[in-house]
């Protein structure tokens, strides 16, 4: 069974920092990752997409909106993806996915149950 794994946020206090953890994991199976990012989808609105990694690179692309305060990175030995959120804004409030295209015999799309962050302001 493939997992992805998603731990922290809660509330933050606007102008602060917070970090998301997505940990996969596919039992009894071998799988490489291929791309893992993060999505969000705050009440009323559909879900976005905010960053992503290239797991053989490390090369990050990010939406223009959390530019310069959001940092996507890796543990390749833990196969974990992390999301720093610094400066954040109650703009940022959202239910935040995890997400990867994993590949095993073929490569294949999942997704997190999602974990909430809200901002106060």
């Known amino acids: 069974q493939v997992q992805l794994v998603e731990s922290g946020g809660g509330l933050v206090q606007a102008g602060g920092s917070t970090r998301l953890s997505c940990a996969a994991s596919a039992s009894g199976r071998t799988f490489s990752i291929v791309n893992m990012d993060w999505y969000r989808q705050a009440p009323g609105k559909e879900r976005e997409f905010v960053a992503t990694?290239?797991?053989?690179?490390?090369?990050?692309s990010y939406t223009d909106s959390v530019k310069d305060r959001f940092t996507i990175s890796r543990d390749n030995a833990k196969n974990t993806v992390y999301l720093q959120m610094n400066k954040v804004k109650p703009e940022d409030t959202a239910i935040y996915y995890c997400?990867?295209?994993?590949?095993?015999?073929?490569?294949?799309?999942?997704w997190g149950q999602g974990t909430q962050v809200t901002v106060s302001s």
């Open positions: 990694i290239n797991w053989a690179t490390g090369s990050t």
């Open positions: 997400h990867s295209i994993m590949r095993m015999t073929v490569d294949w799309s999942y």
